[in-house]
């Protein structure tokens, strides 16, 4: 899910961006690299096989977890995330994912594409742990609080920005972008202008967007991450409704070069 906060910013369907403004950008650099690493589809890679070795001769084979500590700028605060066997399995295996491997691919996201630069300003993420229909449900208004919060931590900031927010519908445990929450996401973008004094703001506009469609019910969070990753490496405020000319769907090829990616970072972070 996508959301503008702070200074109305009008989407601009069909817009076009500088091919020579895409190739500064960090990002840019992602799909070179990834590239050198051999993979087939549907095969495990020798970078996967590599981090799967090293999982079987170590104690998280045997039940051992890993408390990981991410860095206070991938969601605005400071952020552990605890990683087991089971986590690791979804990679290998191509499982469904759950919000611990989620989390991590965030924080690579963070670290390769955005630290350090410009779009450490632009692009801004929501922690799927503290924003679910479960917690919605129960206490609307803390989970509004939590993303005012996430909201007044750009201070002064006058950048327009976009904030991901990966969001698991709970029916099924399916992974989205543009869920049934908008009732909580308005009140918390309302009270945010309060608090900063925005005044004279448009109404608060939502925009379904089309965007790659898994066909099947395990790769909801590949889709939803890697949706989010071309908009940071494309660095894309306005979102086309219809599509990005370069990803109109992703293979399977697509999906498995993000787990290099996340197995790489894992391996160079030693978190295993």
Same mark, same amino acid.
């Given at each position: 899910?996508?959301?503008? /906060?702070?200074?109305?910013?009008?989407?601009?369907?069909?817009?076009?961006? %500088?091919?020579?403004?895409?190739?500064?950008?960090?990002?840019?650099?992602?799909?070179?690299?990834?590239?050198?690493?051999?993979? *087939?589809?549907? *095969?495990?890679?020798?970078?996967?096989?590599?981090?799967?070795?090293?999982?079987?001769?170590?104690?998280?084979?045997?039940?051992?977890? @890993?408390?990981?500590?991410?860095?206070?700028?991938?969601?605005?605060?400071?952020?552990?995330?605890?990683? $087991?066997?089971?986590?690791?399995?979804?990679?290998?295996?191509?499982?469904?994912?759950?919000? /611990?491997?989620?989390?991590?691919?965030?924080?690579?996201?963070?670290?390769?594409?955005? @630290?350090?630069?410009?779009? #450490?300003?632009?692009? %801004?993420?929501? /922690? $799927?742990? @503290?924003?679910?229909?479960?917690?919605?449900?129960?206490?609307?208004?803390?989970?509004? %609080?939590? =993303?005012?919060?996430?909201?007044?931590? /750009?201070?002064?900031?006058?950048?327009?920005?976009?904030?991901? =927010?990966?969001?698991?519908?709970?029916?099924?445990?399916?992974?989205?972008?543009?869920?049934?929450?908008?009732?909580? !996401?308005?009140? $918390?973008?309302?009270?945010?202008?309060?608090?900063?004094?925005?005044?004279?703001?448009?109404?608060?506009?939502? !925009?379904? !967007?089309? #965007?790659?469609?898994?066909?099947?019910?395990?790769? #909801?969070?590949?889709?939803?991450?890697?949706?989010? @990753?071309?908009?940071?490496?494309?660095?894309?405020?306005?979102?086309?409704?219809?599509?990005?000319?370069?990803?109109?769907?992703?293979?399977?090829?697509?999906?498995?070069?993000?787990?290099?990616?996340? #197995?790489?970072?894992?391996?160079?972070?030693?978190?295993?």
């Amino acid at each position: 899910m996508l959301k503008k /906060a702070g200074k109305d910013i009008p989407t601009k369907s069909g817009t076009k961006t %500088n091919p020579k403004s895409q190739k500064e950008v960090p990002g840019q650099m992602l799909d070179k690299a990834s590239k050198e690493i051999p993979t *087939t589809s549907g *095969t495990k890679s020798q970078i996967m096989m590599r981090l799967e070795k090293m999982m079987e001769e170590s104690d998280i084979m045997h039940g051992a977890i @890993r408390s990981v500590d991410m860095d206070e700028g991938v969601f605005g605060i400071a952020h552990s995330e605890l990683i $087991a066997k089971e986590d690791m399995q979804q990679l290998f295996e191509h499982e469904e994912l759950g919000i /611990a491997v989620i989390h991590t691919y965030i924080w690579y996201m963070y670290d390769t594409l955005m @630290r350090g630069t410009e779009l #450490c300003n632009r692009f %801004n993420f929501i /922690a $799927a742990s @503290r924003i679910n229909t479960t917690f919605i449900t129960k206490n609307p208004t803390s989970v509004m %609080n939590e =993303l005012v919060d996430r909201f007044m931590v /750009a201070g002064d900031n006058t950048t327009p920005s976009l904030y991901f =927010l990966p969001f698991n519908s709970g029916n099924g445990g399916h992974w989205s972008k543009y869920p049934s929450m908008k009732k909580t !996401v308005d009140a $918390a973008i309302l009270k945010f202008r309060s608090k900063k004094n925005y005044r004279n703001r448009k109404d608060i506009t939502w !925009v379904r !967007v089309q #965007c790659p469609q898994q066909n099947n019910s395990i790769d #909801c969070g590949f889709f939803v991450l890697r949706f989010m @990753r071309d908009i940071i490496a494309l660095n894309r405020i306005d979102i086309p409704k219809m599509y990005f000319d370069e990803y109109k769907s992703y293979s399977r090829a697509h999906l498995d070069e993000m787990k290099d990616e996340l #197995c790489q970072f894992i391996i160079d972070h030693r978190i295993i």
